[in-house]
């Protein structure tokens, strides 16, 4: 059985939804498991993220998929914060040739989501890891990929209630991209 590890950061629930939607995506691959980690404000302890347990549910993961809203044009600090508390993993090599992912969600149809794809992808070849795109044309008649990403997943919160804070494509987006590197990882480590 793979590990397909979503580990992510929500401030106002939308996060959440398209989390559960690429762990969704995931778990709908034979022979995978998909493991939602939630990042906790209250693991982040003077500006510094400690929980050893989600650290080692990732060591263990066959691939890592990052998630962050993206705030004031990048992932949200106590994403940040999380990523920080990796370098003794980088240093150790626990995450190298493990194969990675993004996603990331704000109000607006742009909101600067490429940069914070961007720092996801960073983090991901520091690690020494495989970063997989979305793998979709834009814009398709059914709405997948509606905004037009390819290296990770951009989706568009809704305004007003946390219900409405991600529509049908982008859901479906997000869980394509969780199908994508569940089937990659089973290729790749079969």
Do not use: C
């Not at 209250?42 to 998630?67: C, H, M, P, W």
């Not at 990331?104 to 914070?116: A, N, R």
């Amino acid at each position: 059985m793979k590990t397909v590890s979503i580990v992510y950061f929500s401030g106002s629930g939308s996060t959440t939804k398209l989390a559960n939607a690429v762990a969704e995506g995931a778990g709908a691959v034979t022979g995978t498991k998909a493991n939602l980690i939630a990042l906790a404000g209250n693991d982040i302890k003077q500006g510094r993220y400690e929980n050893e347990t989600v650290l080692a549910q990732l060591d263990a993961s066959d691939a890592i998929i990052f998630g962050s809203p993206t705030y004031m044009g990048g992932p949200a600090a106590q994403f940040k914060a999380f990523a920080d508390a990796t370098g003794g993993r980088w240093y150790n090599g626990k995450w190298r040739d493990k194969l990675a992912a993004g996603f990331t969600i704000s109000g607006s149809p742009s909101g600067d989501k490429q940069v914070t794809l961007q720092y996801l992808s960073t983090l991901a070849m520091q690690h020494g890891m495989i970063w997989a795109g979305l793998g979709e044309l834009p814009m398709q008649p059914n709405g997948i990929n509606r905004l037009g990403g390819y290296a990770g997943v951009m989706a568009q919160a809704g305004q007003g209630s946390p219900e409405n804070a991600l529509g049908a494509e982008d859901k479906a987006t997000g869980e394509r991209l969780g199908r994508r590197v569940a089937t990659l990882i089973a290729q790749i480590r079969n």
